[in-house]
């Protein structure tokens, strides 16, 4: 007999969005009927596609339907299509406005590298082999929200731009705590990052992480490091780095520079939590890392298995059902350990396949795999 079932909002987007969602609906479907956790699914529309049809990258309606789900599925936004709508039309709004208003404030981005991929990184196999880091990015502050911002015309008719880096102690020491959480599950090493030697933020972070370690974590390890080292040390020596908490803008672009070093983005998922409620759950979205790709859009080329890989972090960090995503974990790797390859990680002497035959394979292994 099934446990309750779980409210799962999936938004495919825009490009090769709805292929990948599709494929991981066959996994979905796979647990549906033969294990006790049961889904309740939903569609909705975002970016690109939600503005084809109401002229706003997120409708209330769909907000209203993410704020009831236990998890959404978010696929990709964006396209050549929209370069021209004003800012606050953009598809990718419709991406900021989940994150803003379902609070997620906690991004996590592993970067894995797959036995059967290790070639693939542009970095030498013995500095990449068994790599698993997890980038833990603040998303809801920082300069990318901070006020004042714009562009301002001067007297002289020249113009000034302004972003202003802001962070509060709650908002540091909130997803400190998660990056703790995590390393505790891990093994057991906080690396936090910032630029404290040049910016007050940057010192109020670090203040602020080292007091919340003192006073309740510690029994794991916290090393501190400015973000300009930190992007050397991911290429140099990447395994010294267990999960590394930082900023909004530092964690966007060291996430990109960890998700290199495994020569596969289109294999990488992410996932982007809330603060707990009363019934110890987390808001929560979970999305693969790359994006809408409108270049191979309806071709069959698209990977599928990042978006498979999101499924099961909300599996693990939305769901609790950590034997569920181990599950799914094992199943992909079995599929790439058979020399099973989408076009963007082909390698010589393995056997092309497409987008929907990647999804169907995977399902075979779960198959196997629960005999």
């Given amino acids: 007999m099934k446990n309750s079932n779980r409210k799962v909002l999936m938004l495919p987007g825009d490009g090769i969005g709805p292929e990948v ?32 049809k109401y002229k706003t990258p997120l409708t209330d309606e769909v907000m209203d339907k993410a704020f009831n789900a236990d998890g959404v599925l978010f696929g990709a936004v964006g396209g050549p299509d929209y370069d021209s709508l004003p800012f606050s039309e953009k598809p990718e709004r419709g991406l900021l406005r989940l994150r803003k208003e379902l609070g997620l404030f906690a991004n996590l981005r592993p970067a894995i590298v797959f036995d059967a991929l290790v070639d693939a990184s542009s970095l030498k196999k013995e500095i990449v082999s068994g790599l698993d880091i997890m980038i833990l990015r603040e998303l809801t502050g920082g300069i990318y929200f901070g006020e004042p911002r714009g562009i301002n015309e001067l007297d002289d008719g020249s113009k000034v731009g302004i972003n202003t880096e802001v962070y509060s102690t709650n908002e540091i020491r909130r997803v400190g705590d998660v990056a703790f959480e995590l390393a505790s599950k891990r093994r057991g090493l906080v690396h936090s990052v910032e630029k404290a030697n040049v910016m007050e933020s940057g010192l109020l972070w670090r203040e602020e992480i080292q007091k919340l370690y003192d006073e309740k974590h510690k029994y794991l390890k916290l090393e501190h490091m400015y973000a300009d080292n930190c992007a050397m040390q991911l290429v140099r020596d990447p395994h010294q780095f267990d999960v590394i908490v930082t900023t909004n803008l530092f964690g966007d672009l060291l996430s990109d520079i960890s998700a290199q070093l495994t020569g596969s983005l289109g294999m990488l998922p992410s996932a982007s939590l809330g603060e707990l409620n009363e019934y110890g759950i987390r808001k929560s979205l979970f999305e693969p890392v790359h994006g809408s790709a409108p270049d191979i859009s309806g071709q069959g080329k698209a990977n599928p298995i990042a978006m498979i890989l999101s499924f099961s972090m909300m599996l693990r960090y939305s769901l609790d059902r950590v034997d569920d995503a181990n599950l799914v974990e094992k199943a992909v790797n079995l599929a790439l350990d058979d020399g099973l390859r989408t076009a963007d990680i082909m390698q010589p002497g393995k056997t092309l396949i497409s987008t929907e035959q990647m999804g169907a394979e995977i399902c075979n292994r779960l198959d196997k795999l629960s005999v």
């Fill in 21 to 52: 969602m599709k494929e991981t609906k066959k996994v979905i479907d796979w647990f549906d009927k033969r294990l006790e956790v049961g889904f309740d699914l939903d569609e909705g529309l975002v970016g690109g596609a939600s503005y084809d």
